[in-house]
């Protein structure tokens, strides 16, 4: 922790300062602080999650600048939110996706399976790889229902590492193939994705751990800093995003924050979790008005990439919804196929998963300007949903 790690270096980081104008990082339950850019995914307290806390005045400065307002939106124009140096990224030109305006509502939708590797996924694993890359790392283990560990294999291979990723039972085949296709080593274990990750946890000492911890939320917040930087910063009135974890959804919360603290933007957007229907234990605790997230012991949906029963970020994001007078909405798998046919009319092809948010948007009604984030291509599940014709 902070106090101990201070003056040593027993992340083998040689004491350098791995973050630009990161802080520290501080656990969201227990306030616990750590540095910076030390090597631990969560609490060693109380295993909370951990979050960057920045140093407001040199972030402030960069985002005034003329480079700054002459930069047209992509991941790394947002480098100061970030803790690590953008001269050493392991990068592909992730993020400057296209936010495309809806022919029917008031509502865009923020198109991220234009990302390298098919979802928003690589936004994470470009500042999480390289993290991993400044700490000196060579091996990276990745629990994942397909397209983490997808964009994690491609960006490790970018790096010179090995990746090893960690699928439950049920993950898509064309997500497999992918990760293989990259050099990633595929290792099947458990029935759910919970089982997948709590075995890597133990495994956490013999490999960098990449997943839902502090530095893949942090690079997940550029698909927020670039929907309000294609907006003219502009907020709209609600963000609706599907949820598995709940990385993206606080993502988007964090990313809010930070604009309208450094001035850039004057205010919050409301935000929009969905879930499908058979894996919603946000939206149980949501409804309950409770603060207790219980684990669904056997998650259902066809939206692969979100049936996730336990979510790392679920209190992060109940708080997130809270504050900003959002709501959770769990829509059912029938409704998740059709609003993937309803997005096909708008010419974009997402997954299961990505077409949650636009599900959850129909669902709830919302009245006014909405943005929804749809997460991932549809050519990375491209069967679930259609019509089978033969056996
Ligand atoms: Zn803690």
């Not at 480079?67 to 990068?91: N, Q, S």
């Not at 283990?141 to 049920?170: D, F």
């Not at 605790?285 to 979100?306: C, D, G, L, W, Y």
């Amino acid at each position: 922790m902070f106090a101990r790690s201070r003056h040593g270096s027993r992340n083998g980081d040689n004491g350098t300062r791995g973050s630009m104008f990161a802080s520290y990082q501080s656990c969201f339950s227990c306030k616990a602080r750590y540095r910076a850019n030390e090597r631990v995914f969560r609490c060693e307290r109380c295993k909370g999650s951990l979050l960057l806390v920045y140093d407001r005045l040199p972030q402030r400065k960069a985002v005034r600048s003329k480079a700054f307002a002459l930069t047209r939106p992509h991941h790394w124009k947002y480098w100061m939110f970030y803790p690590v140096r953008r001269e050493r990224a392991i990068t592909m030109e992730e993020g400057g996706t296209p936010l495309l305006q809806s022919k029917t509502h008031n509502l865009w939708f923020k198109y991220e399976g234009e990302n390298p590797t098919g979802s928003f996924k690589d936004r994470g694993s470009t500042v999480e790889i390289t993290h991993a890359k400044e700490l000196g790392v060579s091996r990276v283990l990745c629990a994942s229902t397909g397209n983490m560990g997808a964009s994690v294999a491609a960006y490790a291979s970018r790096a010179h590492m090995q990746a090893e990723i960690w699928l439950p039972k049920g993950t898509p085949p064309v997500k497999t193939r992918q990760i293989k296709a990259y050099g990633g080593r595929v290792v099947r274990y458990g029935r759910t994705y919970n089982e997948t990750l709590e075995k890597t946890f133990e495994l956490a000492k013999r490999a960098y751990l990449a997943g839902d911890y502090a530095y893949r939320l942090e690079g997940q917040k550029s698909v927020a800093f670039e929907i309000a930087d294609q907006l003219k910063w502009r907020v709209p009135d609600y963000v609706v995003v599907p949820v598995g974890m709940g990385t993206l959804a606080f993502a988007t919360y964090k990313a809010f924050a930070e604009l309208e603290a450094l001035g850039l933007t004057s205010r919050m957007p409301r935000l929009v979790a969905v879930q499908a229907a058979g894996c919603a234990p946000v939206v149980q605790a949501f409804e309950k008005n409770s603060h207790m997230i219980i684990q669904v012991n056997n998650p259902r949906t066809i939206a692969s990439a979100i049936n996730c029963g336990y979510p790392n970020y679920g209190h992060e994001v109940l708080r997130a919804l809270r504050k900003t007078k959002g709501l959770a909405v769990a829509v059912t798998d029938k409704e998740i196929i059709a609003a993937q046919r309803a997005l096909g009319k708008e010419g974009i092809f997402a997954e299961p998963g990505g077409a949650a948010s636009y599900a959850g948007f129909l669902k709830a009604g919302l009245k006014g300007s909405v943005v929804c984030v749809v997460t991932g291509s549809g050519l990375k599940d491209p069967f679930a949903g259609a019509k089978r014709r033969s056996k």
